[in-house]
């Protein structure tokens, strides 16, 4: 089944650091700590598996806070959220601010703005249409860690852990990557679910968010109201 917990964690960023090569796990992480008033939590953001072909894919992603949601920061420490439009959830294929932008509704928007034939042989647009990137766990890695700022406001959604502990007694924060799409017969295919996606986004100088989200290729980009693939 779907999460019966999925939220926002609200703190600044006290450190990051990477599994270290030998470290016990199947899963490579690279590990936040995030302090809110007195609290310090933990985030541990999954950037591909050590004991399997599946890659990581993600993509940055610069947004307001309105954009995503949030026109202010959330309460400080972790929130409770539901798994909906409008909540302040993430769901990386239907969230306006973060979903892939099909090339047909890229097109017409290039032809309101700009000469066709200029816009064919400029690279600018290329950024709207959001497209996934892909490599190993020390790209993703790399990637993730060109947005963090220690000492900046820091938003992680994902699902907390202990599950199933009251908001007051969450330590930390896990699944901080899509958490739908996964196929039938995968040990993960019970917790597809939408909009319950994970991501990291850390507040920059001019106050708009820099958004990390990231998928296993073994993930479709495509699901049902479920979170199954299509």
Same mark, same amino acid.
């Given at each position: 089944?779907?999460?019966?917990?999925?939220?926002?964690? =609200?703190?600044?960023?006290?450190?990051?650091?990477?599994?270290?090569?030998?470290?016990?796990?199947?899963?490579?992480?690279?590990?936040?700590?995030?302090? =809110?008033?007195?609290?310090?939590?933990?985030?541990?953001?999954?950037?591909?598996?050590?004991?399997?072909? @599946?890659?990581?894919?993600?993509?940055?992603?610069?947004?307001?806070?309105?954009?995503?949601?949030?026109?202010?920061?959330?309460?400080?420490?972790?929130?409770?959220?539901? =798994?909906? &439009?409008?909540?302040?959830?993430?769901?990386?294929?239907?969230? &306006? @601010?973060?979903?892939?932008?099909?090339?047909?509704?890229?097109?017409?928007?290039?032809?309101?703005?700009?000469?066709?034939?200029?816009?064919?042989?400029? &690279?600018?647009?290329?950024?709207?249409?959001?497209?996934?990137?892909?490599?190993?766990?020390?790209? @993703?890695?790399?990637?993730?860690?060109?947005?963090?700022?220690?000492?900046?406001?820091?938003?992680?959604?994902?699902?907390?852990?202990?599950?199933?502990?009251?908001?007051?007694? *969450?330590?930390?924060?896990?699944?901080?990557?899509?958490?739908?799409?996964? &196929?039938?017969?995968?040990?993960?295919?019970?917790?597809?679910?939408?909009?319950?996606?994970?991501?990291?986004?850390?507040?920059?100088?001019?106050?708009?968010?820099?958004?990390? *989200?990231?998928?296993?290729?073994?993930?479709?980009?495509?699901?049902?109201?479920?979170?199954?693939?299509?």
């Amino acid at each position: 089944m779907p999460f019966t917990q999925y939220g926002v964690l =609200s703190g600044t960023l006290v450190s990051h650091r990477r599994d270290d090569p030998d470290e016990f796990g199947r899963w490579w992480h690279v590990n936040l700590v995030l302090r =809110s008033g007195a609290r310090e939590y933990r985030v541990a953001v999954d950037v591909d598996s050590k004991n399997s072909a @599946a890659g990581v894919q993600w993509k940055t992603v610069r947004a307001s806070g309105s954009r995503l949601g949030w026109p202010t920061p959330p309460t400080p420490g972790f929130t409770l959220l539901a =798994s909906a &439009p409008g909540t302040g959830a993430l769901d990386v294929i239907r969230h &306006p @601010a973060l979903r892939v932008i099909g090339i047909r509704r890229l097109l017409r928007w290039i032809f309101r703005v700009t000469d066709a034939v200029s816009a064919a042989r400029s &690279p600018f647009w290329l950024p709207f249409l959001r497209p996934w990137r892909s490599g190993d766990q020390l790209q @993703a890695s790399q990637a993730l860690e060109a947005t963090l700022g220690v000492g900046a406001p820091t938003l992680v959604w994902g699902e907390p852990f202990p599950e199933g502990a009251p908001a007051a007694s *969450v330590q930390g924060i896990h699944n901080v990557h899509q958490n739908q799409g996964d &196929p039938a017969g995968s040990q993960w295919w019970p917790e597809n679910g939408i909009w319950q996606d994970g991501g990291v986004a850390t507040q920059q100088p001019d106050g708009s968010w820099l958004v990390f *989200v990231s998928k296993f290729s073994t993930q479709s980009d495509r699901t049902d109201t479920q979170g199954h693939p299509l």
